[in-house]
């Protein structure tokens, strides 16, 4: 049991001090606020009659710091009958410091208790009271001033920065506002809430806002008889990129649209009904709603919107693609337009504007859109893509604003296990510092860029210490616009590094020949073949050899589709020195010196 001395922001309620009471066996932890030193002992009375009435036990004794109860208390006859208890003089003993864990912040060797008896400090020095001057003022209403706040920018001391706050409450600031700065608080942050239904009927804005507030119970829908498929397609993020870089090249015009309350526009085909909610007059007893459309809530609810969607596209003259659900083209002698719809997010680019601006305000006579006009990420003829905003959310998330930046990723001697550990955290740390860091670097599609495929791979070659296996990474790119890239672990561990590189050279021609067919969906042509670039001279001999020797057997059938694809023309691998291969950003973590001589060819600063 503890008392710690008087704090200088005093509490609403007048409160300077705080009593903290530990259970010695399983650590709980009791905090009283009093005003005065002289509650202490009522405060035990109450803490020893809670303990005996809850837990059915008494109090076997009490450790204590004398500077918690006057002499007086320490020798009442409460003290001495009802419990043993144990003093110290200020200078604390070891068992004693387990209450400060409770309180960090107050550490005993920077806010050490005073002495309970002001004339005696230490075992060899006393003070003679009747020498100190007191004051002459006799008024007993003495109004207390009011604390004036400091103005520093609060942080957490030095030796904290290794640690990770989980959360923090601003409540427990409440008491550093004066009464006119709480009023002012409550006014801001109160909503007048209607307390009938007459008054919520006559509420026009009430009603407005609460429109989109009616939802489905989900969680009680069953498989196969309320709804049948819940799946419902999203555009890529590649093919986002995609399109804004052929923006960029080909001068087209670009606009954004979103679509207000998406999940009503879907009209179901199951049988759903709804019990009618309260306020809701006409029907009758007994009877029961029965929808219509989809509502929130409901697990069908975004595949209806986007069968509605595509109908209402395929209606105007838009073809959905074969490569991407989410993907319509309409095309004709005199303007070409595509599309892609991401949930409630529609892009819409073409060559002609007034046509753009006919498809918007046909979707604005089906469903209730809000033009956004040109993307924010749109300057004229150049497009910068950033995710700043999302960047700093993340950083805010984990409260790592005021953490030190890093200038890499990742570590360059980082590993990874299937199993989480405390390393993995720290390395996840690691990554927000550096994003904390470069929240304004994204990718810069350029005008200039020509309207040319080229394709980097490259394998770490057992790259996991656990399972041994390589780490593949590819990156595809429009011209100089990176569109396209991916770092993945494999499936099974390769016997040789050119085994590794091959099952790369693999994964990168699918990911061209899924880019080719968006091409032939616009009709826009490409030359062919794809540079293919690898650093790995055998691996070529692989591709040009058509015999299976004893050491390539073994690899899967699907890998073999690069021979095939070399052999019609559609890919030309070649080869590429290391220090000029961009693929090896994607397979491993790199010194400050090599990223930047990488993010360099398609990256920039805003």
Request: charged letters at 20%; aromatic letters at 12%.
């Amino acid at each position: 049991m503890d008392l710690w001395e008087p704090n200088r922001t005093i509490t609403r309620t007048g409160a300077r001090f705080f009593i903290t009471i530990v259970e010695d066996h399983i650590r709980s932890t009791w905090t009283y606020m009093i005003n005065h030193k002289d509650q202490a002992i009522d405060i035990l009375k109450n803490f020893v009659s809670m303990i005996q009435t809850q837990f059915e036990t008494k109090v076997r004794d009490v450790k204590f710091l004398e500077v918690v109860f006057p002499y007086r208390d320490r020798s009442s006859t409460y003290m001495s009958t009802l419990f043993d208890h144990q003093t110290s003089k200020p200078c604390m003993p070891i068992d004693h410091y387990n209450t400060y864990e409770t309180n960090p912040d107050v550490a005993p060797s920077s806010s050490p208790s005073d002495p309970p008896n002001p004339q005696v400090l230490s075992e060899d020095m006393s003070i003679n009271e009747s020498s100190i001057p007191t004051s002459t003022s006799t008024s007993s209403n003495a109004h207390l001033p009011l604390v004036r706040q400091s103005n520093r920018v609060k942080k957490f001391p030095v030796k904290s920065n290794d640690y990770i706050v989980s959360s923090y409450s601003s409540s427990s600031d409440s008491h550093i506002f004066t009464d006119s700065h709480m009023l002012f608080i409550a006014n801001m942050s109160t909503i007048q809430e209607p307390h009938t239904y007459k008054q919520t009927c006559v509420n026009h804005e009430w009603i407005k806002a609460m429109q989109t507030k009616l939802m489905a119970k989900g969680y009680n829908q069953v498989e196969g008889i309320d709804y049948y498929d819940s799946f419902s397609p999203v555009t890529k993020t590649v093919i986002v990129r995609f399109i804004l870089a052929l923006v960029a090249s080909m001068k087209w015009f670009l606009h954004q649209l979103d679509v207000n309350n998406v999940f009503l526009h879907g009209c179901l085909d199951e049988e759903v009904y709804m019990v009618p909610p309260e306020g809701y007059d006409q029907v009758k007893s007994g009877q029961v709603c029965r929808f219509k459309r989809s509502l929130y809530g409901l697990k069908q609810a975004s595949r209806q919107w986007n069968n509605e969607f595509t109908s209402t596209l395929k209606a105007y003259g838009f073809v959905q693609s074969c490569s991407d659900n989410c993907m319509f083209v309409m095309s004709s002698n005199t303007c070409f337009m595509v599309l892609i719809v991401y949930a409630d997010d529609i892009i819409i680019a073409g060559d002609l504007e007034e046509a753009i601006k006919a498809v918007k305000q046909h979707l604005h006579k089906k469903f209730t859109i809000k033009d956004l006009g040109l993307p924010k990420y749109f300057f004229g003829i150049e497009i910068f893509l950033s995710q700043r905003k999302y960047v700093l959310d993340i950083v805010k998330d984990m409260q790592l604003q005021d953490a030190h930046k890093v200038a890499t990723p990742l570590q360059v001697d980082c590993k990874f296990m299937q199993h989480p550990i405390v390393n993995h955290w720290h390395t996840a740390i690691h990554v927000v510092k550096y994003l904390n860091g470069t929240p304004n670097h994204g990718l810069f599609y350029s005008s200039s860029a020509a309207i040319q495929l080229q394709g980097f791979c490259d394998a770490d070659w057992a790259r996991c210490k656990v399972t041994r296996k390589s780490i593949t990474g590819y990156c595809v790119l429009l011209g100089t616009s990176l569109i396209s890239w991916k770092s993945k672990k494999q499936n099974i561990v390769s016997k040789s590094s050119t085994e590794a590189e091959y099952r790369s050279l693999a994964f990168a021609t699918y990911e061209l020949k899924w880019l080719s067919y968006l091409f032939q969906d616009l009709d826009i042509p490409i030359s062919e073949p794809i540079p293919l670039r690898c650093d790995n001279h055998t691996t070529f001999h692989i591709v040009e050899n058509s015999v299976f020797h004893e050491r390539t057997k073994h690899i899967e059938i699907d890998c073999h589709v690069v021979k095939d694809h070399f052999k019609v023309g559609f890919i030309n691998p070649s080869h590429v020195s290391s220090k000029e291969q961009l693929a090896d950003v994607f397979k491993k973590a790199l010194s400050v010196t090599m990223l930047f001589h990488y993010w360099s060819r398609w990256t920039s600063c805003r």
